[in-house]
């Protein structure tokens, strides 16, 4: 007979896909809608990125166990509304959005150990927090037990649209889709093995969807996970 600690546990709605579905502005809107924290594992690839930028400007010279040695300074703290990291006390928030560190997280979220890292420091903010998790393995290797799992998809052709989008403030052409696709579908390629999804996850397509539709779908099966949870005290 369970001891009722699973049932107290925080709840996690865990949001995977592949690059550009969309998880991590869906998560935020999710995470808005239901008056949880939004984690950003992202946040995390890119604080361990401004970490080792401070210590060594020659990116191409950075090895795995030099930046596990600098992220040992940075924290994940709450905030109102999501997890801020912070490197010796400093909030990072501004630093994040650099160049310097938009040109180099490719490459420190590419090492297993930091992969880890970010990992770990996801599940410690869950601990004592109900939250809404985006990125990669979430709901596979990082939180298994999640009650509330998605996996979101789209078409290449719409994942690519939105991007463009998104970085040239424009409608794109086809001709500048076309040359997106072919960048996301090598980012698929090597990315497969850590998009994967979860048995128990809820499969949404959302190429003919709004983002407003895919918010509704992800928050009402995030409340009956809450209300099964109360209803079972």
């Not at 040992?72 to 109102?80: C, S």
């Not at 985006?134 to 998605?150: E, I, L, N, Q, S």
């Not at 719409?158 to 086809?174: I, K």
Request: one cysteine or more.
């Amino acid at each position: 007979m369970s001891d009722g600690t699973e049932r107290r546990r925080p709840l996690v709605v865990a949001i995977d896909g592949p690059a550009a579905s969309g998880k991590s502005s869906t998560a935020k809107w999710v995470a808005r809608e239901l008056g949880l924290r939004h984690v950003d594992s992202g946040s995390l690839y890119r604080a361990a990125t401004a970490a080792m930028l401070r210590v060594n400007a020659v990116p191409e010279t950075w090895t795995e166990a030099a930046v596990l040695m600098e992220v040992t300074a940075v924290t994940l703290r709450p905030g109102e509304t999501t997890f801020h990291p912070h490197l010796d006390e400093e909030d990072l928030e501004e630093e994040l959005r650099g160049k310097s560190v938009t040109g180099n997280v490719s490459l420190v979220a590419k090492m297993p150990g930091v992969r880890a890292w970010v990992n770990a420091q996801c599940q410690r903010a869950a601990e004592e927090h109900s939250v809404v998790v985006d990125g990669r393995d979430m709901g596979t290797a990082v939180f298994p037990k999640a009650r509330v799992k998605v996996f979101l998809i789209a078409d290449s052709w719409e994942r690519a649209r939105r991007r463009l989008v998104q970085r040239l403030q424009r409608a794109p052409d086809d001709s500048e889709i076309a040359g997106e696709v072919e960048a996301l579908v090598q980012r698929d390629l090597k990315d497969e093995a850590q998009t994967q999804q979860a048995a128990d996850a809820m499969l949404i397509d959302t190429t003919f969807l709004t983002q407003e539709e895919q918010v509704e779908r992800i928050v009402a099966m995030a409340r009956q996970a809450m209300k099964g949870a109360q209803g079972q005290r």
